[in-house]
DNA sequence: TCCATATATCGAGTAATCTCGAATTATGGA
DNA sequence: TCCATAATTCGAGATTACTCGATATATGGA
């Protein structure tokens, strides 16, 4: 990742409204919600939420697909690794003893329980 | 992490001039740098870059601490765990299967295989 | 105390962003 | 074709952010 989509990312995570946005559809993966219901949702006027929902889309956070007449919106959990992997990158860089212990604080909420969750959809 | 302290760190970090100042002082660590030194670093006017360091420290990605006429900044490590943990939160919450593969990405970055990968400090 | 160095704050001009009413485009059904 | 629904784009006013010259504050040394 560039700092150039870092960036994007970043000013799009910047935005109360946006923000929530981003955290509710990672909450309704995989299946996504219509930009509707998000308007609703977040008590947003129709066509501001279509501004918002651009400019994450832009930034590469989120993507759209038509169903009929509706247009849903889902989070891009890649971004997410890439975000995250872009803000540790230069300390993993040349020290991992840095770096190791950030992961370590990762770890744990994600640690699976059982072996059953091996294989994630992915592209 | 609240979403406000979130917001703050993301508006910082959404400016290429801030960014690049907090991948410096991540690569400097923990020695740091002062103000001065890096103005001077990104060709930026002196009072110009203050302002962006007041921007960081207020966010919490970077801390200053005054040795003798300077002022040493220092990034803050704690803030990306943080940051990149508030990321990831979402996912991980009910659902380890989703946010696993995120965290098996991050880890292979900062696993001390071999330690002669050090980076010569270079500019 | 006076001066030089290092950084922060003020003020103003410019640019970008946020918001939302109004108009526009796209889809599906009668 | 006409209509209703769903979403986007346009336009403008209000707010916020960026930049930098000028000025102010803080420290150390003579």
Redesign the interface.
């Known amino acids: 990742m560039e700092?150039e989509r870092?960036?994007l990312a970043?000013?799009a995570?910047?935005?109360?409204t946006r923000?929530?946005v981003f955290?509710l559809l990672?909450?309704r993966?995989p299946e996504g919600l219509p930009a509707g219901d998000i308007a609703r949702h977040m008590s947003v006027p129709q066509n501001t939420m279509s501004t918002h929902l651009a400019i994450l889309t832009r930034a590469g956070l989120i993507e759209a697909e038509r169903q009929s007449r509706s247009i849903i919106y889902r989070a891009k959990?890649d971004a997410?690794?890439e975000?995250?992997?872009y803000?540790?990158?230069?300390?993993?860089?040349?020290?991992?003893?840095?770096?190791?212990?950030?992961?370590a604080?990762?770890?744990p909420?994600?640690?699976?329980?059982n072996e059953a969750?091996q294989e994630?959809v992915?592209e």
């Open positions: 700092s870092a960036i970043f000013a995570l910047a935005q109360s923000l929530d955290r990672i909450a993966e959990l997410v690794r975000l995250a992997f803000l540790v990158k230069d300390c993993c860089g040349g020290r991992p003893e840095i770096c190791a212990p950030l992961i604080d990762l770890s909420c994600c640690t699976p329980k969750t994630a992915h």
